[in-house]
């Protein structure tokens, strides 16, 4: 059958469906009705079903009504199909073959011939240390699968992963909505870093040396020139020279390799920077931070999604921290 035939049949079926009362339509009544055709046989017909005769006899009642036509007239040996019949048996034959295939893809999600958008929300620390090797993973793997990037909006993302806008974050799990699944990526610290040769930058710093150093701190919302480490800071009795102020971490180790700056980094920020950068212990206690992954219910049973949540997960336990000298 050329495409052109099965489009038009595929078009008679639905407009066929459309005007039935399909409150009393189920998948599992075409399904028979696809059987009783094949077979032309009620006996033969519930075998394959794994129906007793009965049951698929009371099945065919019922088509019968939902098409107002016979369908299936009774012979000395089994069944002919009415014209109506005949006329659907290919198009509800494409109809179900359709849903196979999506529900079998959707079990069954394989990688090199999927198309699937995913859409992800996180800072740009974590676009640079997981978002970068996954696109490159996904070229190798998924070449269909495509990241569209989202800002990270931790007041708005339960309402944009309802409604679709957002299918995954990667975030601090305390900022996240409560009601989203989650799974922990791995944990985070923080170093500091200098650019190689720093003068004042050397192992077992103390932290009067510490404070009197030039820093570079990150304000995320812009502008500020202290931090929660200043509060440490200040129980210690210090106060450390604050020279720039940045808005991303992406920038700072880019400052310090061109200048006597120093700064405090997630540590995977610069796991593979040890050739520029000069990195050594925090003098003092910083706590660290957890990254987590973060997803709506809707999207939890949705193959592709689920392999996507794989493979960053795969990806954040291949990122541990090169060995480097402090």
């Known amino acids: 059958m050329d495409g052109l035939n099965v489009f038009v049949k595929l078009n008679y079926f639905w407009s066929t469906i459309q005007y039935m009362n399909t409150k009393k339509l189920n ?24 129906l007793s005769q009965p049951a698929v006899s009371t099945q065919l009642s019922r088509l019968r009504e939902l098409f107002d036509d016979p369908l299936l007239i009774p012979m000395q040996h089994g069944m002919m199909p009415t014209a109506k019949a005949l006329e659907l048996l290919d198009p509800l034959r494409h109809a179900l073959d359709q849903v196979r295939a999506t529900l079998s893809e959707h079990r069954h999600f394989d ?33 269909g699968v495509r990241i569209a990037l989202r ?11 309802a409604s679709g806008e957002v299918d995954l ?5 305390e900022h996240g909505p409560s009601s989203l699944r989650s799974r ?11 650019r190689q040769r720093h003068p004042g930058l050397r192992r077992g710093l103390s932290v009067e040396q510490y404070a009197r150093l030039e820093h570079v701190i990150v304000s995320l919302r812009g502008g500020d020139f202290t931090t929660p480490v200043d509060d440490g800071l200040t129980a210690l009795g210090y ?39 000069k990195i050594v212990e925090c003098p003092f206690p910083v706590p ?8 709506h219910e809707r999207n939890h049973g949705h193959s592709g999604q689920r392999w996507m949540r794989e493979v960053v997960m795969e990806l954040a336990s291949e990122l541990q921290p090169e060995q480097w000298s402090s």
């Not at 998948?27 to 794994?50: G, I, K, S």
């Not at 676009?127 to 070229?139: C, D, F, G, S």
């Not at 922990?184 to 200098?194: C, K, N, Q, S, W």
């Not at 931070?289 to 997803?295: E, I």
């Open 239 to 277: 106060r450390r020279n604050v020279a720039f102020s940045a808005a991303s971490f992406l920038v700072v180790p880019e400052i310090v390799t061109r200048s006597n700056f120093v700064a405090l980094v997630p540590e995977r920020l610069v796991r593979d920077r040890h050739e520029t950068l």
């Open 288 to 295: 660290g931070f957890a990254v987590s992954m973060l997803w």
């Open 111 to 143: 990688p090199m011939k999927a198309q699937l958008t995913v859409a992800i929300a996180c800072t740009d620390y974590l676009q640079t240390i997981v978002i970068q090797p996954l696109a490159v993973t996904l070229r190798k793997r998924a070449p």
């Open 169 to 173: 974050a990667l975030m601090t799990p």
């Open 151 to 161: 800002h990270l909006d931790p007041s708005q993302l339960e309402a944009q992963m």
């Open 184 to 194: 922990h990526l791995f944990d985070e610290r923080y170093v500091l870093i200098g």
């Open 27 to 50: 998948l599992n009544l075409l399904v028979t009705l696809e059987t009783l055709l094949v077979e032309q046989n009620v006996t033969r017909a519930a075998e394959r079903l794994h």
